[in-house]
């Protein structure tokens, strides 16, 4: 009895003490910094996480480009060595190419055009992009306003001679200037322009205010413009195999409080960034277009958004947008 008494203890004792299960991890990469309103949400939306999943699972947000660039976390949530990343519509279209379409320029000047198109093509994005093993999470980013070191710019003619930033693997900005003749394309990922910026690598670029001044790229630059072509979206990218290998129950917690969260992040970033904008007409010179000079850019977009549909993307795509955008106020 004696033996047996002692194997029941120790059976006991090692049921009580054994390790409970490790959490679920969900790594996510962004060049967000963590002190920035995109770091902040995350903050709150890890809490959440924690606190609904009784500590089960756990988000861990990598800030500050710990991962890389957009390109290079994509790549990484593909492989397996992250499960998702926060993205800008490039990075987003590295995942499903034709996203890059609803950043056409001149085509939504306003959120609620931008919705109206967002939503139209919704289903049929989110199915490309799970052929490719990814779910998409929608957001926004802010509104593009041209920024400049030391140069008023207008019109098209303006910016010959001068040194601009095309984002890496964007293919709009880089058709827009290769039709402005004596244009510098300097191609960047987010990361590098501040380097850049210090060593007067680049003299345009065109940013959301919000952007520009959390990455600290704005006491580099001395104009800002007041008008935006194109509204610049961005987004949660998420693996596909990744997220159907979360017990349900921890998928639907994962989820809920995503949808919370971006939610919250587009409300937050669409008032903080014409706060941002505010505060850089204080700092900087505001460059205001005329309506010749809003006319001058036209023909230069025009002529871009044809040349995108031959071959870049689907006209009945393009050709769907545009319908939309004259739709809408």
Known sequence: MRVLSLALCVVSLLAVTRPLRAAEVVSVGTVAPKQSV???????????????????LELRIHYNGQQGDDGTMVGKVRSGQLDAAAVSSVGLSKAYKPILALQLPGLFRTW???????????????????KEGFVFGWGDLGKLRGMTRGAVIKRPGDLSGKKVLAWRNDVIGPTVYQLIPNVSIVPLSAMEVLPTLRTKGVDVLSAPALAAEQLQWTPHLTHVGAETTVL???????????????????????????????ASLRKKIRAEDDAAFERLKEKMTVVSLSEDDKAAWRPVFEKAIDRLKQGTFDPALVDKLVTIAKQSP
């Open 232 to 262: 610049a979206i961005g987004g949660m990218l998420w693996s596909k195999k990744r997220l159907d290998q979360l017990p349900g129950d921890l998928r639907t917690i994962l989820e809920d409080t995503g949808k919370v969260a971006q």
């Open 38 to 56: 995109w770091g902040r949400t995350f903050a709150v939306w890890e809490e959440a996480v924690k606190k609904k999943s009784h500590d089960k």
């Open 112 to 130: 609620e055009a931008l919705d109206k198109a967002r939503d139209a093509v919704k289903e049929e994005f989110d199915k490309g992009a799970a």
